[in-house]
């Protein structure tokens, strides 16, 4: 079974522009999830998404954003980027909803803003 | 709100058990405690996680003490590959408390 996937795995982008992160879960996982790791920070959540409605969401501002289509396939959209920004971002794809159900990461993009 | 606290490093030796502590002393009655690792480069990997009683896999054991206010993960044989960063995390439905993680280093 093929693991969870994200596109790109690097990315370099300036000062106020956006990106686009891809997600692709495991075959029949319908929960997607977001989490953003930096050095000083550490893991935080970002939003899960499940049968594309925005579940749960943690504490960023709105310039990030996502959205999860009917395959279960999920982006995430950053906006206006800033330094801070620079992060590796990893999904996760589960069975259920919540971590009710153990939470498969993929490698993760590592985002890189200048 | 419970928050989590672990050690920055710990080593061990190679078949030896690795016991690995995080302090959850404000978790509450409904929170789960979860433990995942991350090997350099890689996404985060479910390791177990329990409630009140202990737990274990295939992979490791999980002590709770009675109180809840700490627990430890247990590797009872370590091996090169499971040095990683382990990450202690407390949930609650609609919440989550990640600890910084220890770096466990197992040494041959």
């Known amino acids: 079974k093929a693991g969870v996937t994200q596109t790109p795995r690097y990315l370099i982008k300036t000062r106020g522009q956006q990106v686009t992160l891809s997600c692709s879960p495991i075959?029949?996982?319908?929960?997607v999830s977001w989490y953003q790791q930096t050095p000083g920070q550490g893991l935080q959540f970002l939003f899960e998404y499940f049968s594309e409605t925005q579940r749960n969401k943690g504490n960023f501002p709105g310039r990030f954003s996502g959205r999860q289509f009917s395959n279960s396939r999920s982006e995430m959209n950053v906006s206006t980027l800033e330094l801070g920004d620079s992060a590796l971002y990893l999904c996760a794809s589960s069975f259920g909803q919540g971590w009710s159900y153990e939470q498969y990461f993929g490698p993760g993009t590592r985002l890189t803003v200048t | 709100d419970a928050k989590t606290t672990q050690p920055p490093s710990m080593d061990c030796a190679e078949g030896r058990a690795a016991n690995l502590p995080c302090n959850h002393s404000t978790i509450s009655g409904n929170e789960y405690v979860y433990w995942y690792r991350q090997i350099h480069s890689q996404g985060p990997q479910y390791i177990i996680h329990?409630?009140?009683n202990n737990e274990t896999n295939e992979m490791a054991s999980l002590i709770i003490t009675e109180d809840r206010k700490s627990s430890t993960l247990i590797l009872p044989h370590a091996t090169l590959r499971d040095t990683a960063v382990y990450y202690c995390?407390?949930?609650?439905?609609?919440?989550?408390?990640f600890g910084s993680g220890t770096k466990l280093n197992v040494k041959p």
């Open positions: 075959s029949g996982h319908r929960s």
């Open positions: 329990g409630l009140k």
């Open positions: 995390i407390v949930y609650n439905f609609n919440k989550f408390y």
